[in-house]
């Protein structure tokens, strides 16, 4: 094991330059999966880290459960700083399990208390809720989710607009974008160097919508006046999880409208490596693979060494 355990502690700085790169330069649907699957390989291979650290730190605790070899001086020799590393990772992990475990309730409470909001409510796709609150959200769900929209909203769009706005509902549903930010969302809680991803999937996901809506709709500048319409005639959103409005929550307004006003981006999946957000993509890539080879080694290894101190002689 050695220093390599600590590796994919650190290694998501590794991932930073295409946080910031990946958004205006690559595809949102691109950009959108390549920094979840980052993020999700780090946030993994961090957190069983902190898992491999704390059985060397919990088997040096008096009273614990585990066998009295695993405290031998083979196992402690495993991790630089046995002591305080192995002892520092069992807070730390708690904090990830109480971090991870809070932000799938509250992505659960906000769930429920919307469809309850709907129930009673015709069944159809698309739900039109009398409410002076001008906001629109994509509900997922069985049968492919539901758009819901207020009557405030729609009163102040014109029509090429609303069909923009459905359209770009509807490819949130379609693309399954509730996925990606509630994988980013757990990912930055389990390691805060992810935070620069899950702030750029959040912008990622919404542009990749509006690209959607642009293709429905076949113009670009109606999605793009729709997107800034919406975005006057809506207040600032109320605490998050609070309310029904909070998952209407946009991307930053004024970037997206100038990227729909600029030609649309080219779907090529692989950058060049020989540009800059062509780097910084291979770059995460290798830091993703040093985080995934530096656990299972971790872990093999740490299996060997336990696994022989629990063998009598």
Do not use: K
Not at 91 to 120: D, N, Q, S
Request: charged residues 15%.
């Amino acid at each position: 094991m050695g220093v390599f355990v600590l590796l994919p502690l650190v290694l998501p700085l590794s991932a930073w330059p295409v946080a910031r790169l990946a958004a205006p330069r690559l595809h949102p649907r691109t950009a959108t999966r390549l920094l979840t699957s980052v993020a999700v390989v780090m946030a993994g291979c961090s957190t069983l880290c902190l898992a491999l650290l704390m059985v060397v730190g919990t088997a040096q605790l008096p009273g614990n459960p585990l066998p009295d070899g695993w405290s031998d001086p083979e196992v402690r020799a495993a991790v630089p700083h046995d002591g305080v590393a192995g002892r520092a990772a069992i807070p730390a992990l708690g904090a990830v399990a109480v971090a991870c475990g809070r932000t799938l309730l509250a992505h659960r409470r906000v769930i429920r208390r919307a469809r309850r909001a709907l129930a009673g409510l015709p069944g159809t796709t698309v739900v039109v809720l009398p409410d002076p609150e001008p906001y629109a959200y994509a509900l997922p769900g069985a049968r492919g989710g539901r758009i819901v929209v207020t009557t405030a909203l729609l009163s102040g769009l014109a029509p090429a607009e609303r069909r923009a706005l459905f359209a770009h509902e509807r490819a949130h549903l379609a693309a399954r974008h509730h996925r990606h930010l509630l994988a980013v969302h757990l990912a930055a809680r389990a390691n805060p160097f992810l935070r620069p991803l899950r702030s750029a999937v959040l912008y990622t996901a919404e542009r990749w919508a509006d690209e959607d809506a642009a293709r429905a709709v076949g113009d670009r500048r109606v999605v793009a006046r729709a997107i800034g319409r919406a975005a006057l005639l809506s207040a600032p959103a109320p605490a998050p999880a609070r309310t029904l409005a909070a998952l209407a929550a946009t991307g930053p307004v004024p970037r997206r409208v100038a990227a729909l006003l600029a030609p649309a981006p080219a779907a090529r999946d692989r950058p060049s490596l020989f540009t800059g957000v062509g780097a910084a993509v291979w770059g995460a890539a290798a830091g993703a693979v040093a985080s995934a080879m530096s656990s299972a080694n971790s872990a093999v290894t740490l299996f060997l060494i336990l696994r022989a101190a629990a063998t009598p002689l």
